[in-house]
């Protein structure tokens, strides 16, 4: 790494910024929705997040070689640009799986005591069956669930169409990438034709993206009683999110699903791997997250670690800080050890 190396980063990245202090280069620390193309011409690394948009707009004429975005999606990444341009990427596919698990599995614990539910006689759909996916998977499992799959891109026997989870499906959540091309697009994937198909009032739940779920369909999938409730993390055109659907809910969060302090650590730990292996450098010392500052009541009830209610609460007290929310999300482990244990 030339010691004149420059770095940009999202500042609301945490606990990384120790570990880049170690590095020979300059290291700036800038709003990742601000981040602008003056900003980057001189820059050899982004550090991002899903709120910088990486196309040639930002990028045409910088010295950027390498961008990392300390997230599973990669939307935000024009990567045939990209591609072209000659500058590598990576994502963290992933990293937060076991933070949206228990984002799921509490919803899960809240829906079945405000809805008076069994959940070991719910069939729950999962739409899409990769890192975080194939985590729900095992969540549903262990309560009893009966648990159908829908993944037609990993073509495995057991899985089935979605037209299985519009019939048979009591809860139905979502958890692929946003797709805009090719036979299996996930853009609008549950449509008005979806909600039209549904057989069994079921729950929805969405925290892959904003799009892959038709906001205006679900809120008039809501409002005709297609749909019995719905927990939204992931919204379109965030942050503008439509307060309609926010205001109807039985829960909305700010994106926030991914958010556990393990997650964003092993976001950290990827990236800075991933930086070290480009530039041919010693690896770093790998990042811990903190500790919780107290133990918790119950450590075998996961919702005295985490409930998204609160979080719901947040958001529809005040939508308008929806960036506020996440860029100042309060301390969540997935348990009470001080080391990452992924």
Partial sequence: ???????????????????????????????????????????????IRTRTRCNAQLLEGSRVKLI????????HLDTDYLHRAGIRWYNCPGCNASSVAQYIECTLLNMSHDFCLSLSEMTIGIVGCGHVGSRVADVARRYGMNVLICDPLLNHPDFVPL????????????????????LHATYHL?????????????????????????????????????????????????PRISLPLLNKVYIGTPHIAGYSADGKVNADNMVLSQLCAFYHLPSLPPIYPPSLPSPVADE???????????????LKCSP????????????????FSSTSSK
């Avoid at 004149?4 to 620390?29: C, F, G, H, R, W």
């Avoid at 602008?36 to 550090?47: E, Q, Y």
């Avoid at 037209?163 to 090719?182: C, N, Y």
Wanted: aromatic fraction near 8%; hydrophobic fraction near 35%; charged fraction near 25%.
């Fill in 190 to 238: 549950a449509d008005s034709s979806f909600f039209d198909h549904l057989q069994r009032c079921p729950f929805i739940i969405n925290t892959s993206r904003g799009a892959v779920v038709d906001n205006t369909s679900l809120l008039h999938a809501l409002d005709g009683g297609k749909v019995r409730q719905a927990i939204i993390d992931t919204w379109e055109n965030e």
């Fill in 1 to 47: 790494m030339r010691s004149n190396m420059k770095i940009i980063v999202d500042n609301k990245i945490p606990y990384i910024q120790s570990s880049l202090s170690l590095l020979d280069a300059e290291t700036v620390y800038l709003d990742g929705s601000a981040i602008s193309s003056d900003d980057v011409r001189d820059a050899d690394v982004l550090i």
């Fill in 163 to 182: 037209s299985t989870l519009e019939r048979d499906a009591d809860i139905i959540t979502f958890h692929v990438p946003l797709t805009h091309e090719g």
């Fill in 300 to 314: 075998s009830n996961p919702l005295c670690f985490y409930n998204p209610l609160t979080d719901s609460e947040a």
């Fill in 320 to 335: 308008t800080d929806f960036e506020y929310l996440r860029g100042h999300y309060p301390l969540r482990r997935e348990s």
């Fill in 68 to 75: 990392l975005t300390a997230t599973i999606g990669y939307d």
